[in-house]
């Protein structure tokens, strides 16, 4: 009786041979790179590819030759930093950058101001139902930035809105939101009201981070709420601010739902009344993608100009600090 031979492991050919210590660290390799493929694709497409679409547009120009009609006579040609150079001198675009200051200046100090207590409040042990009231905090943000502005817009209308029929019957005056300097009040209010929770909890998540002994240890000293608050869990959650600070600025320069809700209630405010506003007015109200897409380029610069400023001055702050 014959049985047949078993082949070893390590045998070329065997079927269940192990892989060579070569191939696998090849493929130890290059995994990294095949779970990156997915994520490097959709950055390319719908990232990099619009925004190197966009220079290019803002380096050409449509040029008209006769009176524009007939096939061949509109053509693009080359404009180099011609569409850059009428952007930057543009009075509109100015004007709305200006505004758009303005408009920051109101909201963010607000905005960061009212996230910071409602976190220092939520973190108390003295608070009381706790998840309702952050839950509560929190909802407007997940309220649609077109829908927030709608809902605030109806409530701006003197015809319709409650708060001026109370005000109305109780013989108060009714001030006009939608002119004048009343206008970037109601602006602002739109902005805090949606974005306070989200930065209430960034900082809250920073303060329930820190270590329970730092403030037993702060209590056995004689601390009071107030100083723990004011000497230990602002200064420990000052990168949380930092970073809301951040997200804050790139919110504001890009400002363009709620403008452009009012907008049909009010005639302050107008198709160019923000740097995004006037980039879609021209790219869509006057047809000249080639001008609007150099503004873009414009916005986006300062941005990251503005964003890479802040970050290096906090982060040579932070070394400063640690250093002593």
């Known amino acids: 009786?014959?049985?047949?031979?078993?082949?070893?492991?390590?045998?070329?050919?065997?079927?269940?041979?192990?892989?060579?210590?070569?191939?696998?660290?090849?493929?130890?390799?290059?995994?990294?790179?095949?779970?990156?493929?997915?994520?490097?694709?959709?950055?390319?497409?719908?990232?990099?590819?619009?925004?190197?679409?966009?220079?290019?547009?803002?380096?050409?120009?449509?040029?008209?030759?006769?009176?524009?009609?007939?096939?061949?006579?509109?053509?693009?040609?080359?404009?180099?930093?011609?569409?850059?150079?009428?952007?930057?001198?543009?009075?509109?675009?100015?004007?709305?950058?200006?505004?758009?200051?303005?408009?920051?200046?109101?909201?963010?100090?607000?905005?960061?101001?009212?996230?910071?207590?409602?976190?220092?409040?939520?973190?108390?042990?003295?608070?009381?139902?706790?998840?309702?009231?952050?839950?509560?905090?929190?909802?407007?943000?997940?309220?649609?930035?077109?829908?927030?502005?709608?809902?605030?817009?109806?409530?701006?209308?003197?015809?319709?809105?409650?708060?001026?029929?109370?005000?109305?019957?109780?013989?108060?005056?009714?001030?006009?939101?939608?002119?004048?300097?009343?206008?970037?009040?109601?602006?602002?209010n739109i902005a805090v009201w949606g974005g306070t929770g989200f930065n209430m909890i960034v900082i809250y998540t920073s303060l329930q981070a820190i270590p329970a002994e730092v403030y037993e240890a702060a209590k056995l000293d004689g601390a009071t709420p107030l100083q723990i608050a004011l000497r230990i869990k602002i200064p420990m959650v000052a990168p949380s601010l930092v970073l809301t600070f951040f997200f804050s600025i790139i919110a504001t320069l890009q400002v363009f739902s709620e403008p452009t809700i009012l907008k049909p209630l009010t005639n302050s405010v107008s198709t160019t009344w923000s740097p995004l506003m006037k980039v879609h007015q021209d790219a869509f109200g006057k047809g000249d993608i080639y001008s609007a897409a150099a503004a873009a380029v414009i916005i986006a610069l300062v941005t990251l100009v503005l964003s890479f400023g802040f970050l290096r001055a906090a982060n040579s702050r932070t070394k400063q600090e640690e250093a002593r």
Not at 135 to 161: R, T
């Open 1 to 188: 009786m014959t049985t047949a031979r078993r082949k070893s492991y390590g045998v070329k050919g065997a079927p269940y041979a192990l892989p060579s210590p070569t191939t696998t660290l090849k493929r130890a390799r290059s995994a990294p790179y095949l779970f990156l493929l997915p994520a490097a694709i959709l950055f390319a497409l719908f990232f990099a590819l619009p925004i190197g679409y966009a220079v290019w547009l803002s380096l050409h120009k449509v040029q008209v030759k006769g009176l524009g009609l007939g096939s061949g006579a509109r053509s693009e040609v080359w404009a180099g930093l011609e569409n850059y150079t009428d952007a930057l001198t543009d009075s509109e675009l100015l004007d709305g950058a200006l505004r758009v200051l303005g408009y920051g200046a109101i909201v963010i100090p607000v905005m960061l101001g009212l996230a910071l207590l409602f976190a220092l409040m939520l973190d108390s042990d003295q608070v009381r139902l706790a998840p309702f009231t952050r839950l509560a905090i929190f909802l407007p943000y997940a309220i649609p930035g077109v829908v927030a502005a709608m809902l605030w817009g109806f409530l701006y209308l003197p015809d319709v809105s409650p708060f001026y029929f109370v005000l109305d019957q109780l013989g108060m005056p009714q001030p006009d939101l939608l002119d004048g300097g009343g206008l970037y009040a109601a602006l602002s």
